[in-house]
Every structure is written in C-alpha cells, then in structure tokens.
C-alpha cells in the first residue's frame, strides 16, 4: 500500500489505517457528529491510531486536533488537561498548527507513560476553582488563536475521570465547557471499560449522559499479519508460517503490542514461532503483574471479584456458597470488608452508576485459571 501523504511518522512497522482516518476525520469536519466515543479493550491499537494516523490527517486538513490522555496523571487528569492545552496554544502562536504530532519521540511517550501507572496506588485530586478558571481560559485561547479552523479534543481513557468523585468537579466543568462551544468543537472520547463508558453516557444523573453514541473501535484488520510476515522476511530474512501466527493473532483478540514484542523475540532472541507464542503468552501474564496480585487476593477476595464480573450480586444466598466453595469466609463482614480492600488497592472502582469496574485487565482470566476445573464447574462459571 502507497504511503498516505498525511503520514509523517517513520516506523516501518506502522500499519496504517488510511481509510479508517479518512472516515473519522471526515466526520470530525462536519457538524452532524460533534461527539463521538471510540470504545475498544485494551492494546488493541486505539491510541497509536488517534495519534499517528488520525492527528497528521486532520492536521492535513486544516484542523486541530488536542489529544489528552487521562491515564498520564492519574491523580490529577485536569492538570494534564491543562497542560496539554497550554503545549498546543503555544504551539499554535508558534506555527499556526499543532506540530507536535510530527514528533515521534512525544507520541511515544505519550503512549508509553500510561503503562507504567497501571496498578500504581495514586491519591485522586479535586480540580480548584483557580484549576477550572485557568482550563476555561486556555480553551478560549485556543478557539480564538485558531481562527477558522475546527479544533478536534481527543480524550483518551475518558472513563478515568468516572473512578472516583473527587473528579466530579473537572468532570462539570468540561461538560458545561464543552457545551459553550457546541460544534465549534468536535469531541473524540476513547475508552478502554465498557462499564466505564456506560456509566459516563447511559446514566440520566451524570453530565455527559446521552451526549453522543458509542461506537465500538474497529479492531485492526488481518492484513497486519501479513504486513508483519512480510517484513520478517524482507529485513531479517526470517520466515515464519502465517497462518500460525493468524491463529494467535486472534487468540490474543487483535493486539498488535502483543504481534509487535513477539517480533521483537522472534528476531532478538531468534526463537522460533512456537517458541516465541509461548513467550509472549507468559509475558501477557507477568507484565499485567497478576502473579503478585493474586498472591495478595484472599479467597473470598478471589471470589466477591468473580461475582462482580457476572454481575450476580454479592449477598444472595447462592453467592455465599460460591464464596465457600472457593475457600473464603461467606460473611456479610468478610464481603464488605474484601470489597473495601479491593477498592483500596485500586482494584475495583465503584462508578457513579453503582456499577463496579474491574481496573486490572486480565486479572479476571488469571483468578479463572487459578481455579480447578470440577471447582468451575461447582459454581457455574
Ligand atoms: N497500526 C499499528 N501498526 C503497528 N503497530 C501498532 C499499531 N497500532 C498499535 N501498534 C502497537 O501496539 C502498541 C499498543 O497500541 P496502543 O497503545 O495504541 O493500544 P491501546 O488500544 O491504546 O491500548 P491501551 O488501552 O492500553 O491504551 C503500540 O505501542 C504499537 O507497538
Ligand atoms: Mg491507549
């Protein structure tokens, strides 16, 4: 495929996705879809796309795009809000445009950075009044430096700002500002937490209720294997069985930073693709760090986490035998107080809704692989 001409960005391995960014960006130019929400599992490719192939086209058409990522200052995502703000309408007075995007090294960073903060324990900050007023400026700046054209605000990991109430205020604050500026500026929200992103949009008590429709990330096409494969051969003379490597592409559900590390093995470490698949399946479970997490789980720990991901309620008489049957206490105490660990260590989430979100991806997976086969089967799932 011919390099689009909107591409700056120089990595071999890059599979762009052309027409996908034609479609989006062309929607961002019009009035009909100001509000838009992306919603994909993780490492599935959705920050690489917004950033490298959708920013560099809407830069080409004369807009401007402001990408934010929630994740990068977990305590303090209005301060990123911020300062993102601030880079851009510098970089606007500057060049006339956000140039940012043409540089790899800060799209790297801002992709990496949130990797490292998964599971850290961090200490949610309320936006001051001062924090809000200084955003509302920023934002008035921007809109006025960039004369005509459109600005385009990509909200990254938007279902952060949901986790938890002291967030409630920045939260207001940009839907009100938001609503100001009506199609003047188009909103992309991208998620990774399906109950997330219902809990910001689908419930009537919180502000962005019903503000647009969420539409699922298309995940990235087969033709990545193949551009993959084709590669291997041309740049290391290495040859691998495609549809092997098919297989665990879909096995792992379309995560090109799984395809893009078991290259690197394959090539780095000269394994062969079995070998490599093996690798990589053990590093998806270390690098989540559910070994040491589920070492700290209790039984009943184990337990309330299944329950609340099947959504069976927690105090129902058979959910005390599932607690049992999995080795833990079955109490009213020993619940509230494994729910209250659990949202402590930053686990489990309690959204506005109600509803619980489960933080660590996988982990579920992990406790499931834990258990026996007869126990599974004990207790339905
Ligand atoms: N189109 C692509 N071509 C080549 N590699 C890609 C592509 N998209 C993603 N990758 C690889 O996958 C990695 C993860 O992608 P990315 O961070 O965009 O996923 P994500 O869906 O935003 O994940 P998360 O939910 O964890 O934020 C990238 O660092 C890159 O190595
Ligand atoms: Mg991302």
């Known amino acids: 495929m011919p390099q689009p001409s909107y591409i700056t960005y120089s990595d071999p391995w890059f599979y762009q996705r052309p ?3 034609t479609h989006i960006g062309t929607m961002c130019k019009d009035t009909l879809f100001s509000r838009m929400i992306y919603l994909g599992s993780r490492r599935i490719g959705k920050s690489y796309f917004f950033l ?5 086209y809407l830069i080409q058409e004369g807009l401007m795009p402001v990408y934010v990522n929630m994740w990068v200052n977990k305590s303090a995502p209005h301060s990123e ?8 309408l510098d ?3 500057q060049d006339g445009a956000p140039k940012r995007f043409l540089n790899t090294e800060i799209k790297k960073l801002a992709i990496n950075n949130q990797f490292a903060k998964i599971g850290m324990e961090f200490k949610p900050k309320v936006a001051t009044d001062i924090d809000l007023y200084n955003i509302k400026n920023l934002l008035k700046s921007i809109v006025a430096a960039a004369g005509k054209s459109k600005i385009i605000l990509i909200l990254d990991e938007f279902q952060h700002l949901l986790t938890s109430p002291a967030f409630d205020n920045f939260l207001y604050a940009l839907r009100t500002l938001l609503d100001t500026y009506g199609s003047r500026i188009s909103v992309i929200f991208i998620g990774s937490s399906r109950t997330g992103m219902k809990a910001a949009f689908e419930n009537d008590k919180m502000p962005f209720y019903q503000s647009a429709q969420i539409n699922e990330f298309p995940i990235l096409d087969d033709g990545f294997i193949a551009h993959c494969t084709k590669r291997l051969e041309v740049v290391y003379n290495i040859h691998i069985n495609r549809l092997e490597l098919l297989d665990f592409w879909h096995e792992i559900n379309h995560s090109p930073h799984w395809i893009i590390n078991l290259m690197r093995d394959i090539v780095t470490n000269q394994r062969s693709l079995p070998q490599a698949i093996a690798f990589i399946k053990e590093a998806t479970r270390v690098e989540e ?3 040491e997490v589920l070492k700290n789980l209790t ?3 184990k337990a309330v986490l299944l329950l609340l991901h099947y959504k069976r309620g927690l105090y129902s008489e058979e959910s005390l035998r599932i607690i049992k049957a999995v080795g833990g206490k079955g109490t009213r105490g020993s619940i509230q107080s494994s729910e209250r660990r659990l949202e402590n260590k930053k686990i489990i989430s309690t959204l506005p809704d109600k509803n619980v979100m489960i933080q660590l991806y996988g982990l579920i997976d992990a406790i499931e692989q834990s258990l026996s086969p007869e126990l599974k089967l004990k207790i339905g799932i």
């Open 81 to 88: 809000f911020a300062e993102q703000l601030a880079i851009v």
């Open 299 to 301: 039984a009943t720990d």
């Open 91 to 93: 970089e606007i007075e």
């Open 52 to 56: 490298n192939d959708l920013c560099p």
């Open 289 to 291: 760090g559910h070994d």
């Open 19 to 21: 027409r996908l960014a």
